[in-house]
């Protein structure tokens, strides 16, 4: 089994050496990149791309929403985490539509930290109790004109959804691959991605984080 590499990017050398020991110690991790800031770490990416990068909102010359521009579109396949200590709901709404994988606070838990890395590189995304309220509640708003931004596709009005489609979309917003879904409720593979093709028809989505986005914003699932 191949290491997840990493990128981690901000500009305090010692919470970067900080979270490079923590990552040793709670999974299969390698670091292969450390940038103080988004030049730094574009510099670096035409050598290697890392599977995730774990990158701060304020940084000094290009702050996170930028480098995050340039990597959606430089570096699709790159998976992108910030980590930062502004957890306002614009911020995290706004970095979510740019198409950012996972929106963590600083002080998260070396274990959920290490959940969530292994959860946006094998499944693209990753959102906890706490994301999916800060993330409901701010979609419940207006955007303000600074931060406003294409609103998600799909339709607002009521979804018929049936009891075994919501299982299917609640395990699909924890990550869980079409195999775990199918194991976990007994039924085929080919059954769940049924689900999830009528799932994405319904509510107009194109993808698994697109459909997680919508489901938390019209309360169609319970986050535990």
Known sequence: MNPITL???DDHKLFRQGLRHILGRVGYHEVIIEAGSGPELLTALEAQQPDVVLLDLHLPDMDGRAISQVLREQYPAVRIIILSMNYAPEFILELMRLGVHAYLPKDIDQKTLGEAIAQVHMQGFYIDATTAQVMRQGLQEPASPR???????????????????????????????????????????????????????KTGMSNAVSLALFAVKHQLIEME
């Open 147 to 201: 931060l406003a931004r294409k609103k998600l596709p799909g339709s607002v009005a009521p979804l018929e959804l049936t009891e075994r489609e919501r299982e299917v979309l609640t395990l699909i917003c924890k990550g869980l691959s079409s195999q775990q879904i199918a194991d976990l409720l007994f039924i085929s593979y080919r059954t769940v991605e049924g689900h999830r093709k009528n799932l994405l028809d």
């Open 7 to 9: 990128a981690i990017v």
